[in-house]
Structure formats: structure tokens, C-alpha cells
């Protein structure tokens, strides 16, 4: 028996059912009950809330949302060896526990919540980590289908999820969570909780979605940085020739022209994708 359940030990669930990690699915596999149950009140109270989790895997995390009282886990895994272990846990927890066979960057996360509050707690699976988190982040509809984001990413990329102008992190990813969550890293994991081991410590990341963040399109501001940050060590009036007349749109929007990718805030890169729109208007 376990610290928070009836059901079988982790280990005893992975040996059960042949479920050694595989590295080609970035799986790192979480057994410490406690401190799953860490990771599911990190996403706030669940009560009468749907959770999205990604990458169940053997299911410590989900066993953990439920015993924290999520009215309703959604786990997206696209490992069929792990099927069997998650549903002797929707077996344990008969109602509450929905299990889809898939890619998670296929799936259509907001028609399976539907309506109410709904949130996403997961530890990602390192190789979909950030292209999940820019699809979360960057959606065209806003405010978006879920309250909070609670995710476990390596720490080098939590770092650059909550980096502000100035800071050696800063980028790309930054600036798009920066735009539209508020942003913190709640607490370091290190290595020797998971089987197997990673190579780096882990950071659980607490992004809230902002309910009026500044108006942007999208698309352009993801040019920018993208261009901006591509050359990042260069001036901006060089980095942005990429995107037409660079002396043109830094003055439209208000950017000294000497200035580095690093050096601008948020509101810059806003004003900047503004201005890049408007010159494709």
C-alpha cells in the first residue's frame, strides 16, 4: 500500500507491467508518492476542477491529482505499455479518470474539458516539453481553456520560462510567456527522484494565464523574436533586416536602434510586433 492510496507501489507497477523507461520517449519516471503529491498542490486546489496531465507514465502524478480531489483527470499518453497500469487507477477511482491513447501535440485538449475549470499538471516528457508550452501559450484564443499551468521542465528550461530582459536566459520563450502568464519556478527537483536519473535537475514551473495581457498579434511577435533572438548578440538594426526596414519599424516603435534582443522588455517586443503588422497591413 502506498502513502496516498490503496494501489501497489510504483515499482511494483513498473515491473508489473514492463514499464522501463524509454529514452526515445523522454520519459523520466517520477516513484515518490509525496513528492507527487507536492507537484498536484502546486497546481492549486483541485476540487470540482478538470486536470490535463501529460506523460502519465506509470501514474504517480495522476494517483496524485486524484487523491488531492480533482473532479476529473484527462492523462494523454502516447506509451501503450502504460495503458494497462492507468486503468487499474480508473479502476480505483471509478468516474473520475480518462485515459486518451495519443500524441499530446495532436490532441484537442480543449474539446475534451469542456466546460468549468480546467488546468494542466504534468510532468512533460523533456523532447514535447516546450513545443507543448508554446502551444499553450501562444493560442489564438484568450483567455485561454485553462486557469494554471503546474509543468516539470529541465531547469535550464524553466530558467528561460520566467527570464526577464537582462537576464543571461532571456529569449524567445521569455518573452512569449512573459506576454501572456505570470510566471514562477516553484521548486528544483534533482535527479536522483527520478528512474532513471536525468543528467540535470528539474524545476516545477506555476504559470498563471494574465486575463488582459497586452494586445498583440500573435504571429508577428513571433517573428520578431525570432528574429531579434536569432542574431541576439547582434544590434537590433542589424538582427531585424530580416523582417524588411529595420531603421523603419525600430522607430515606429520606439526601440533605440543600438539596443540588443537581451535588452528589451516585454512591452518592447509588443510595440515592435506592432509595428511589424502594421507594415504588412
Not at 71 to 85: F, Q, S
Not at 162 to 184: M, P, T
Not at 205 to 225: D, F, G, K, N, W
Amino acid at each position: 500500500m502506498s502513502a496516498i492510496d490503496d494501489l501497489p507501489p510504483l515499482r511494483d507497477v513498473i515491473a508489473r507491467h514492463d514499464l522501463a523507461a524509454k529514452k526515445s520517449l523522454g520519459q523520466n519516471f517520477l516513484l515518490d508518492l509525496n513528492l507527487t503529491a507536492r507537484i498536484a498542490r502546486t497546481g492549486g486546489r483541485l476540487e470540482g476542477v478538470t486536470v490535463v496531465e501529460v506523460g502519465p507514465g506509470p501514474g504517480g502524478l495522476t494517483r496524485s491529482l486524484l487523491a488531492e480531489g480533482a473532479k476529473r483527470v484527462i492523462a494523454i499518453e502516447k506509451d501503450t505499455r502504460a495503458l494497462g497500469a492507468l486503468a487499474e487507477i480508473a479502476a480505483r477511482y471509478p468516474g473520475r479518470l480518462d485515459v486518451i491513447s495519443g500524441d499530446a501535440l495532436e490532441v484537442d485538449m480543449a474539446a475534451l474539458v469542456g466546460d468549468g475549470p480546467a488546468r494542466v499538471v504534468a510532468n512533460l516528457p523533456y523532447n514535447v516539453a516546450t513545443p507543448l508550452l508554446i502551444g499553450w501559450v501562444a493560442s489564438d484564443r484568450w483567455p485561454p481553456w485553462w486557469d494554471g499551468l503546474t509543468l516539470m521542465f529541465q531547469r535550464e528550461v524553466a530558467e528561460r520560462i520566467v527570464a526577464q530582459a537582462g537576464d543571461d536566459a532571456y529569449g524567445r520563450l521569455g518573452v512569449l510567456c512573459g506576454w501572456r502568464c505570470e510566471a514562477r519556478i516553484a521548486f528544483d527537483v534533482g535527479p536522483q527522484a527520478f528512474t532513471p536519473p536525468p543528467k540535470v535537475t528539474s524545476s516545477v514551473v506555476r504559470l498563471t494565464p494574465r486575463e488582459t495581457p497586452l494586445p498583440c498579434p500573435i504571429r508577428a511577435l513571433e517573428a520578431v523574436t525570432q528574429a531579434a533572438f536569432g542574431q541576439r548578440r547582434k544590434m537590433l538594426r542589424q538582427s531585424l533586416k530580416s523582417l524588411g526596414d529595420a531603421a523603419a519599424l525600430l522607430a515606429a516603435a520606439g526601440v533605440e536602434p543600438t539596443r540588443r534582443a537581451e535588452e528589451i522588455p516585454v512591452e518592447g517586443f509588443v510595440a515592435l510586433a506592432r509595428a511589424f503588422e502594421a507594415t504588412r497591413g
